[in-house]
Nanobody, 119 residues
């Protein structure tokens, strides 16, 4: 079994910072892309940031310059450093990873961690 376990969410004032972590565990041979998504109440889940095995990153326009995604391949862990947080960043944040399973890469999701930014 493969699990993605997130940590680091919470309540912060506008302008503050949080760091999310997501560790993949279980029978893992290889991980391809990893990323963070978020879903606010009444809205669709959206990509926040993604990172390839080689470290190439991609960000949503709304977080560019404020959020930084990184990963530690040896620890099967992806991070999201969130600075200058705004109330509109409030959402449940989900970790995603493409993990090799037998013959193909499959998508796995974390359970989600709540981030609340107060004004």
């Amino acid at each position: 079994q493969v699990q993605l376990v997130e940590s680091g969410g919470g309540l912060v004032q506008a302008g503050g910072s949080l760091r999310l972590s997501c560790a993949a565990s279980g029978s893992i041979f290889s991980i391809n892309d990893m990323g963070w998504y978020r879903q606010a109440p009444g809205k669709q889940r959206e990509l926040v940031a993604a990172i390839t095995t080689g470290g190439t990153t991609n960000y949503a326009d709304s977080v560019k310059g404020r959020f930084t995604i990184s990963r530690d391949n040896a620890k099967n862990t992806v991070y999201l450093q969130m600075n200058s947080l705004k109330p509109e960043d409030t959402a449940v944040y989900y970790c995603n990873a493409e993990i090799w399973r037998l013959t193909t890469f499959k998508d796995y999701w974390g359970q989600g961690t709540q981030v609340t930014v107060s004004s």
